[in-house]
């Protein structure tokens, strides 16, 4: 049985009051907050078995280079990829998307080419192929979405030619809440020839991945969304197309052989992991993973479903508020603007209830602006979050309303 107040009770920072309130974080979907399971396993770490790892000969070297290379499989385990060798560690999603772009992007994308995004995509996954749309030529083609939010199948197929490259997609919107037909997308880029992207951020967090299902080429998500440590990423890509990419940084760990006249370098992951890696974030990462499969991925999703559905009926039901992405379907994410009230005062006032949110333009302003606003509230949901949560975000928009 899913026990939301008791899962509630391995968050240490739930328990701890807002300006003399409970705690309704409803942020989860800029951080999630870490469950003490993940803590107090990065305290054992650094207190029992640091070294560096893939370097030492000794005890603490050998027992934290198998933790790490556990974790990696953890992750491998979580979103079902063939092997360890296709998971790639990254300081976050951001990082992973740009580590494509600047190696796989930069030697096989060439002037004549099509990458196809949409609107409802993250920063991360926009700014990267604009910079290399301008440093290669290639044409970078924007997939409109409906009034609503949603993905609108006609008009993906529209954009699709044999000169599309990639695809990179949100598998779920930050600020809509919009899940995409990603299996679908890479079916159907896949009959072009087209390599696909998955921005896993928001989607992993609430629904099961499975990669292999899925067949995309490229998947990106961060640790710290997933209830795991910050500065610590995943790049999944199928083996084959790692293989085929040139290293994205260099230095330790990359090499195979070093002379003052040529290096070569390493078999992936090892070849785009640079350095000294995040390692207790990495074995943190692995912990946490570990924490919603044992929680039951299921179990997270129908609970969050649940809550979905009544945030959305207690929200509609706010005079004067309107939301921000309504497509069917969607995951726990409500943006939303109230007649009359400026984003940022909401926010404060809600602060002084106890209930954290998000404005402004959510690390996405064209979508933003694309939906007809400039800065709009953002609530969201994590594993954690109850009906108290919304029931606390709905009076304290009502109490705001009566400041203006």
Same mark, same amino acid.
């Given at each position: 049985?899913?026990?939301?107040?008791?899962?509630?009770?391995?968050?240490?920072?739930?328990?701890?009051?807002?300006?003399?309130?409970?705690?309704?974080?409803?942020?989860?979907?800029?951080?999630?907050?870490?469950?003490?399971?993940?803590?107090?396993?990065?305290?054992?770490?650094? @207190?029992?078995?640091?070294?560096?790892?893939?370097?030492?000969?000794?005890?603490?070297?050998?027992?934290?280079?198998?933790?790490?290379?556990?974790?990696?499989?953890?992750?491998?385990?979580?979103?079902?990829?063939?092997?360890?060798?296709?998971?790639?560690? /990254?300081?976050?999603?951001?990082? @992973?998307?740009?580590?494509?772009?600047?190696?796989?992007?930069?030697?096989?994308?060439?002037?004549?080419?099509?990458?196809?995004?949409? #609107?409802?995509?993250? %920063?991360?996954? *926009?700014?990267?192929?604009?910079?290399?749309?301008?440093?290669?030529?290639?044409?970078?083609?924007?997939?409109?979405?409906?009034?609503?939010?949603?993905?609108?199948?006609?008009?993906?197929?529209?954009?699709?030619?044999?000169?599309?490259?990639?695809? !990179?997609?949100?598998?779920?919107?930050?600020?809509?809440?919009?899940?995409?037909?990603?299996?679908?997308?890479?079916?159907?880029?896949?009959?072009?020839?087209?390599?696909?992207?998955?921005?896993?951020?928001?989607?992993?967090? %609430?629904?099961? =991945?499975?990669?292999?299902?899925?067949?995309?080429?490229?998947?990106?998500?961060?640790? %710290?969304?997933?209830?795991?440590?910050?500065?610590?990423?995943?790049?999944?890509?199928?083996?084959?197309?790692?293989?085929?990419?040139?290293?994205?940084?260099?230095?330790?760990?990359?090499?195979?052989?070093? /002379?003052?006249?040529?290096?070569?370098?390493?078999?992936?992951? $090892?070849?785009?992991?640079?350095?000294?890696?995040?390692?207790?974030?990495?074995?943190?990462?692995?912990? $946490?993973?570990?924490?919603?499969?044992?929680?039951?991925?299921?179990?997270? #999703?129908?609970?969050?479903?649940?809550?979905? &559905?009544?945030?959305? #009926?207690?929200?509609?039901?706010?005079?004067? *508020?309107?939301?921000?992405?309504?497509?069917?379907?969607?995951?726990?994410?409500? @943006?939303?603007?109230?007649?009359?009230?400026?984003?940022?005062?909401?926010?404060?006032?809600?602060?002084?209830?106890?209930?954290?949110?998000?404005?402004? %333009?959510?690390?996405?302003?064209?979508?933003?602006?694309?939906?007809?606003?400039?800065? =709009? &509230?953002? !609530?969201?949901?994590?594993?954690?979050?109850?009906? #108290?949560?919304?029931?606390?975000?709905? !009076? @304290?928009?009502?109490? &705001?309303?009566?400041?203006?």
């Amino acid at each position: 049985m899913y026990d939301v107040y008791e899962i509630r009770k391995d968050f240490p920072i739930l328990s701890l009051e807002m300006e003399g309130h409970r705690n309704a974080f409803l942020d989860s979907a800029a951080s999630a907050q870490k469950p003490q399971v993940v803590l107090d396993m990065m305290k054992c770490v650094y @207190s029992h078995e640091y070294a560096n790892v893939n370097r030492g000969n000794y005890y603490l070297s050998e027992m934290i280079t198998e933790d790490y290379e556990g974790a990696r499989e953890i992750v491998r385990g979580f979103i079902n990829a063939k092997s360890a060798k296709e998971i790639v560690f /990254t300081r976050n999603a951001t990082e @992973s998307i740009n580590l494509v772009a600047a190696s796989w992007g930069r030697k096989f994308l060439k002037p004549g080419d099509e990458v196809l995004v949409t #609107e409802a995509e993250h %920063h991360a996954n *926009l700014v990267p192929w604009q910079i290399l749309r301008d440093e290669i030529g290639f044409t970078l083609k924007v997939i409109k979405i409906g009034d609503d939010g949603s993905f609108i199948w006609d008009e993906f197929q529209k954009l699709l030619t044999p000169k599309t490259k990639l695809v !990179a997609v949100t598998g779920m919107s930050n600020v809509l809440g919009t899940i995409l037909p990603v299996k679908e997308i890479c079916a159907k880029a896949h009959e072009f020839g087209a390599k696909v992207l998955v921005d896993a951020c928001q989607l992993i967090v %609430h629904k099961k =991945v499975d990669v292999q299902d899925m067949d995309c080429d490229f998947l990106a998500f961060s640790g %710290h969304k997933t209830y795991g440590p910050t500065g610590i990423g995943v790049l999944y890509g199928k083996y084959e197309i790692l293989d085929s990419m040139p290293p994205y940084q260099t230095g330790g760990d990359m090499v195979d052989r070093v /002379t003052y006249e040529k290096t070569t370098f390493d078999l992936p992951p $090892a070849r785009f992991e640079a350095g000294t890696p995040a390692i207790v974030e990495a074995i943190g990462l692995g912990r $946490a993973l570990q924490y919603m499969q044992e929680l039951g991925m299921e179990n997270i #999703e129908a609970h969050e479903e649940e809550l979905t &559905a009544y945030a959305m #009926e207690k929200l509609s039901a706010v005079k004067g *508020l309107k939301m921000i992405g309504t497509a069917p379907g969607k995951g726990g994410v409500f @943006s939303f603007v109230v007649e009359g009230i400026h984003a940022q005062d909401l926010s404060f006032i809600l602060n002084k209830e106890g209930v954290s949110i998000r404005v402004g %333009h959510h690390c996405a302003e064209p979508l933003i602006h694309r939906m007809g606003e400039e800065s =709009v &509230a953002r !609530a969201s949901l994590g594993l954690y979050s109850t009906k #108290e949560d919304i029931d606390q975000l709905c !009076a @304290s928009i009502e109490k &705001a309303k009566t400041f203006f």
